[in-house]
């Protein structure tokens, strides 16, 4: 793949992460001045399990379309797009109902059965949304992904508000509630637009489909479940030692808020990164796939390790301006969350040779290991150290996860980092994270001198990345075969 196709999707999906990151990040700001810590606890563990059911149950059917949308873009796309809309919307029907059921049956008096039905409600929509999205994704439409994205972001702004100051729903189900009423909008909005609906109604249907994708995305449901243990867990952990959703709260906050940052800054890269990785792979072979991989991974550290550095040293600033005193506690868990995000989001490139070699089942083996060892250190550290180690061992377990994954993806695609040009970087953050640490110490706290600050550490890394000739874009090297 050429740099500039490359620079255009990555650029395309870039400005509809940006926006759907600043509109996340100014509802976290607002959740913190809404809702109390201990309430804002209750919501996380709800969503959490949601979260959970929703991975795991819907999730392999997205990452199948992918990956097998160029085979059958040739083969029979109108059978394949029929069978898996079906397939999706019968299992998402039949889980709706079971989840809805199981969550009556705790009643609606309570706060989580509030919360639990409503969100019963939108795992149906909302995975046929993702589903619709996954297909763009597949087809490397970044327009049409990124306006349904900044779509669903901004109605839920909206939504929230109007919930919580006009028909005065002041408790966290105005956040569900908001959440559903996007995911409905953008369906009926997106399923007319796409006119995905008129595949209910052909009779196309192909068992072998399903059972290649199940193969195929069935082991990523162990992946799923694991990623969740290794993300989630902890806060049902600090709820069990914990007396009060208090501390659940603060932690979920602060991870919550560091993951639309970070989290949603490296997917604008993966978004694109994956559709392109499998068409080249398919069109150009392993050689050619291996010097793509290595070139997404050299510009992911490129803009990650510099937005990561960053927010470690403005973290404490941040809170102290940006959010309520209540959630102050938790600004060690936000960067510290954003070193373990990161590092979970640089293993996506480490799984794709496994993906790519249809050999899934390998990394749910090594997750799954990673996942149990994050559940003992958390059981066995934070009656001794506190919620906050929780994030430490998050932090330890992604770094096992990638050093692992990267060791064992080498054996089947050669995935190789420039050590030189990791050194420059490693130098150039250096300069960068001491200018802004300097700067810290003579500005008072306020949103102008957090906005110098990013500015002024903006300005010394491209200063030097320029010098240093480490923009990936600019290395024109040719596609020759790694050593």
Known sequence: MEDKKMLYQSISYLIGTVIVAIGTFCLSVFYSKMFAPSEFGVYSLVFSTYSLINTALAGWIISSIIRFY???E???????KATLFKSFVAL???VFIIVLICFLAMGTASLIGQLSIIFSICFFFG??????NSFFRARQESKKYNLFSIVNSVFKIILVLVLYYLFNLKNVVSIALSILFSEVLVFIIQIV???SFLYLFSKEFDFKIIKKMAKYGIPLIIV????WVLNISDRYIIGFYFNGMNEVGVYSYSYNLSNSLINTLSQFLMLGAYPAIISEFKEKGEKKTSFLINKYIKTFLFIMIPSVVGLCLISQKMFKVFVDDNYYDGYSVFYLSAIGIALSSLSQYFNKPFELKKQTFFISIVFTICAIINVALNFGLIPFFGYKVAAITTVFSYFLYCLIIYILSRRLIKIQFDYIYLAKLAFANIVMGISVFVLNLFVNDSVYSIILEVIVGVIVYLALSFLLKLIPFDIRKKEESLK
């Open 74 to 80: 040739i083969e029979d796309l109108a059978l394949f």
């Open 92 to 94: 998402s029907s039949i």
């Open 70 to 72: 160029k085979e059958y």
């Open 193 to 195: 637009y796409e006119r």
């Open 224 to 227: 799923s479940i694991s990623n």
């Open 127 to 132: 995975n046929l949304v993702n589903f619709v």
